[in-house]
Every structure is written in structure tokens, then in C-alpha cells.
């Protein structure tokens, strides 16, 4: 369930990271419902949107000159390394569903709450409402 207090502010990151919280919770109802094939399926899509989250914010951040740029690039690819390990696993049977949410739940609050944060004064101060709007409908475009 999302909680407003992660809201940044730019609502086109904050509808993308409700919507990876949508999928988490989508994972968690596949799981309880013990479909595999759902949960795979889930896996797959979850894993799909965020590496594409990434770049847009990753475009986003590089837009508004943010210094710590490098560093967050960073951040985001030991997730994505982390989560494809656990997709691996569950492909090759592992029962990894329940650990996976929660640690999903725990980086992305902190992630967003802590890392993303620091990039928003960046964003208000460098980008214009057109770069986002440009980046935004590629954004779209790759994730439909």
C-alpha cells in the first residue's frame, strides 16, 4: 500500500513508484494465491518496469546535473543485480516470494525516501516541465 509521505513531489516518479508498489502487492496476491505462473509473470513484469523506471529517472537525474548521479546509478544496478537473483532463484524452484517483498518493501522505502530525495531540488532547479514531458512519453512508450 503507498504511503503519501513517500510522494516527491514530480508526479510523474511518484505515479511510477506507485505503480512498483502496485506490483509488489500484486506479487504478494499471486503468492497467497499460490500460482506459480502468476508470480512469474509478476516477477517478469515487476522487473521490466523498474529497470525502465531506472533509466527515466536515471535520464532525470543526468537532465538536472545531479551530482551524485554516478553514485545513484550505482545504487540502482546492485538492485537490479539483487532482483534478478532472486528471479533466478524462483525460477529454479526456490520458494523466495515472501523474502523477496520484503526486502522490495524495505529498499524501496529507504531508496526513495532517502536516495531519490536528494535528486528532487536538482530536478525543481534544473529541468524543465518539457524535458519531463519528452522524457515521459518515451518513458510510456517502452512500457506498453
Do not use: C
Amino acid at each position: 500500500m503507498w504511503d503519501p509521505f513517500l510522494d516527491l513531489g514530480i508526479e510523474s516518479i511518484d505515479k511510477q513508484h506507485r505503480r512498483i508498489v502496485d506490483f509488489i502487492n500484486d506479487l504478494h496476491e499471486a503468492h497467497t494465491s499460490h500460482n506459480r505462473l502468476s508470480v512469474a509473470r509478476t516477477l517478469d513484469d515487476l522487473v521490466d518496469y523498474t529497470v525502465t523506471h531506472f533509466a527515466f529517472e536515471e535520464q532525470l537525474m543526468k537532465a538536472a546535473k545531479y551530482p551524485l548521479y554516478d553514485e545513484h546509478i550505482k545504487n540502482h544496478a546492485s538492485f537490479t543485480a539483487h532482483i534478478y537473483q532472486y528471479k533466478q532463484r524462483y525460477e529454479a524452484g526456490e520458494d523466495i516470494v515472501l523474502p523477496l517483498i520484503s526486502k522490495l518493501k524495505l529498499w524501496l522505502i529507504h531508496h526513495i525516501d532517502v536516495e531519490d530525495r536528494k535528486y528532487i531540488p536538482y530536478v525543481n532547479k534544473n529541468t524543465t516541465q518539457s524535458w519531463i514531458q519528452t522524457a515521459l512519453t518515451q518513458f510510456w512508450k517502452l512500457t506498453s
